[in-house]
């Protein structure tokens, strides 16, 4: 009696722990996911305007792959058009080429370009200590000169240098200065005679994430400035009082500066089918 307990009591205690172990599998199992880069450290969030997979800013991929850039030399002057874009020490983006990041209107000298990159002059703070910054910031006696003297001679010596070092800036946050453009001696009045015509924040007009607004035809607009093909127009004042400028074409199929007929496309046309 005595044996049969105790195999009956062996093989509960068994069964217990095959459970336990199909239990603490199953467990084990279900919360063994991998997490892949959860706090998001690269170029693409809001903000930095490194497009890596189609979003400006930080937070999602470490670093894209590197892609094989053919530049083009070709000197001429570029504006960044992000809020924040990233100067960077290498055509890629990745966590150890980004230098510093600059800011919206900001011109730069731009060298060369590829399909996705500007190549530019930056300057960037060299730190410098000189035999002269040296002796000055040493105690100074009393023949020679003045505390005085000698802190606002260490503090000359002591300005910040700069130097001038090859970086890049991706396509995507910057665009080509139009050097032929030139303010208007007069505020110009257009009329929009194209069905519709879009006002751009700057003068791409292959650009996608540009677009301000949308003129109808009729519409008066006040331009302030020509360029090679296009207009900058002023617009309402922001919130604060401060003016608002935007871009359209200066292409005579879509403003002109005579006023149109009253008649609208669709009188027009109900006109010729009377006909």
């Known amino acids: ?76 002057t570029i504006f960044i058009v992000a809020d924040v874009a990233s100067v960077r020490s290498e055509a890629r983006i990745a966590d150890e080429t980004l230098i510093d990041y600059t800011t919206k209107d900001t011109e730069f000298k731009s060298v060369a370009y590829s399909a996705n990159w500007f190549k530019i002059e930056y300057e960037v703070e060299v730190e410098e200590t000189t035999e002269a910054a040296t002796d000055a910031a040493a105690p100074a006696s009393e023949e020679a000169t003045t505390e005085a003297d000698a802190t606002t001679e260490a503090e000359t010596e002591a300005a910040p240098k700069t130097e001038t070092v090859v970086a890049y800036v991706h396509k995507s946050v910057a665009c080509v200065k139009d050097l032929t453009a030139a303010d208007l001696e007069e505020p110009l009045t257009l009329y929009v005679i194209a069905g519709a015509l879009y006002v751009r924040s700057y003068y791409d007009f292959a650009a996608q994430d540009n677009m301000m607004c949308t003129l109808q035809q009729g519409d008066e607009v006040t331009a302030v400035a020509k360029g090679n093909g296009w207009y900058k127009i002023q617009l309402s004042d922001d919130a604060q009082g401060n003016p608002v400028f935007g871009y359209i ?27």
């Not at 049969?4 to 603490?24: E, F, Q, R, T």
């Not at 996911?33 to 800013?57: R, V």
């Not at 074409?249 to 006909?275: G, H, I, L, R």
Request: include cysteine; proline fraction near 5%; charged fraction near 20%.
């Open 1 to 76: 009696m005595k044996k049969l307990l105790i195999i009956a009591l062996a093989l509960m205690l068994a069964l217990s722990l095959v459970a336990c172990g199909d239990k603490n599998g199953n467990e084990n199992e279900s919360n063994n996911e991998i997490i892949l880069n959860p706090n998001g450290t690269g170029d693409n969030g809001a903000g930095t305007g490194d497009p890596s997979t189609g979003n400006n800013g930080n937070g999602g991929n470490t670093n894209t792959p590197p892609v094989e850039e053919v530049f083009t030399d070709l000197e001429q």
């Open 249 to 275: 074409s200066s292409n005579e199929k879509y403003v002109s500066t005579t006023k149109p007929e009253e008649t609208t496309v669709a009188e027009e046309q109900t006109t010729e089918a009377a006909q």
